[in-house]
């Protein structure tokens, strides 16, 4: 089976940063996702990482260590709109998704 | 163009009873899934079809059944439905089920079973 541990709440001041930490272990990998999440409303896609490395995507970036099974998710420059659920996800070796619980974020003024 | 639409968008069913929740795509896309979302659980796959034609079952296949008969439609029937399937079902779609394909979401059917 799959196993994606995330942290269940963070807290942070619109402007600031913050650090979604994801950890897995699977069986085989075929690439780690991130999507949104905000209440009441349906997960969207932000980042796919496949290699190890940094993908940056305008405020948001995602970071991938296979051989650690190590993912980010950086929220640069929070907003209050960025206040929502933050779902890890890794594709496995049958190229099914498994989902960590989600982190939930919210930023104060 | 829609994307994925589900309905009915909420349910409240008596324990027993059959039910049908549907899911249409129009982006083509060959891979469709059904999750199902409960608190402190994540999204948990029900069932999955790579293409038109296939399905399998995902990590929570019990109680639940799908279809494939074409590209755009993935039915999700519950045969006589229990109040543990009490939950938010997310259908998705992807182009193809590797590479940088993301999973597009519907938009949810709340279902409560009583």
């Known amino acids: 089976g799959q196993n994606i541990d995330q942290p269940t709440e963070m807290t942070a001041t619109e402007g600031a940063i913050v650090q979604i930490n994801c950890t897995y272990q699977?069986?085989?990998?075929?690439?780690l996702f991130w999507y949104q999440q905000h209440a009441g409303e349906a997960p969207t896609f932000l980042s796919y990482?496949?290699?190890?490395g940094l993908e940056e995507k305008g405020r948001f970036s995602s970071f991938l260590s296979r051989s650690k099974g190590y993912s980010y998710l950086l929220l640069k420059e929070l907003q209050m709109k960025d206040s929502a659920s933050y779902l890890c996800?890794?594709?496995?070796?049958?190229?099914?998704?498994?989902f960590g619980a989600g982190t939930t974020v919210t930023v104060r003024a | 163009i829609a994307g994925i639409t589900q309905a009915p968008t909420s349910q409240i069913l008596a324990a027993g009873r059959r039910m049908t929740l549907r899911c249409t795509q129009d982006?083509?896309?060959?891979?469709m899934y059904w999750y199902r979302q409960d608190l402190g659980l994540g999204l948990r796959l029900i069932h999955y079809s790579n293409t038109a034609g296939t399905t399998g079952k995902g990590e929570v296949p019990d109680g639940y059944s799908v279809s494939r008969a074409n590209t755009d439609d993935f039915p999700l029937t519950l045969a006589s439905a229990v109040p543990s399937q009490t939950s938010v079902y997310f259908c998705a779609s992807s182009a193809e089920r590797g590479g940088y394909n993301e999973q597009f979401f519907g938009p949810g059917t709340r279902l409560t079973v009583l």
């Open positions: 699977t069986s085989g990998f075929n690439g």
């Open positions: 982006m083509r896309h060959n891979a």
């Open positions: 990482n496949v290699l190890d």
């Open positions: 996800a890794v594709r496995g070796g049958d190229y099914k998704l498994s």
